[in-house]
């Protein structure tokens, strides 16, 4: 199979290169920035879950060769998350979270009178990975202040699609090792035809 130009040019790029340019959150950050941090709890928590909704389906999308063949638009949230946890996609640690957050906003959506609680946040709090907690305890605005529920729901939508790029670009990655192999054998087969 001769190497196309798109190839020679995916072969000429540093792996930092591919990263940085496959690097991109698949919505609008800023937009989803102004939504996490506005309304109330259940507003919030809505607005999260349909993020990680459209994170897992980007994710299965992107991962599978042929999604059209298993009719990815037409599963519920429930059955792409499984679908990303079993093709090893995203790690428990961040399922986790991401499980609360499916649950809490199915109460709000079954429940008019449901509003999320103390203890509700609590459960989001007690089963978010440290590291995420602490790095929103990091920042410099924080000032000290706990992790609120927002904030949260925000640093487990924003390293959920952190995880998805990270995924795009070892795809990226394995491919142009594949022209890479393709190129050294178009270069060697002449010269052991040769020999």
């Known amino acids: ?15 930092d290169e591919i990263a940085i340019k496959n690097s991109n959150f698949s919505f609008d950050f800023d937009e989803m920035h102004k939504r996490m941090f506005s309304g109330d709890r259940s507003y919030q928590l809505i607005q999260a879950h349909l993020y990680c909704e459209h994170i897992v389906l980007q994710m299965v999308r992107e991962a599978l060769p042929f999604p059209e063949e298993i009719s990815v638009d037409r599963m519920g949230f429930a059955q792409r998350f499984q679908l990303v946890m079993a093709l090893g996609l995203i790690d428990k640690k961040l399922a986790a979270p991401i499980k609360m957050i499916n649950k809490l906003r199915n109460k709000v959506a079954h429940d008019l009178t449901f509003s999320v609680s103390e203890a ?10 440290s590291d995420l907690i602490e790095a929103v305890l990091d920042m410099p605005s924080r000032c000290g202040n706990a992790a609120s529920f927002e904030d949260l729901l925000f640093v487990v939508v924003v390293k959920f699609d952190i995880v ?14 594949q022209i890479h192999l393709r190129d050294a054998l178009n270069k060697a087969y002449p010269l052991i035809k040769n020999a």
């Open 120 to 129: 509700d946040a609590k459960s989001l709090f007690d089963c978010t990975p």
């Open 164 to 177: 998805r790029q990270q995924h795009v670009v070892q795809r990226v990655l394995g491919r142009k090792s």
């Open 1 to 15: 199979m001769p190497i196309s130009e798109d190839d020679l040019a995916l072969l000429s790029m540093s792996d």
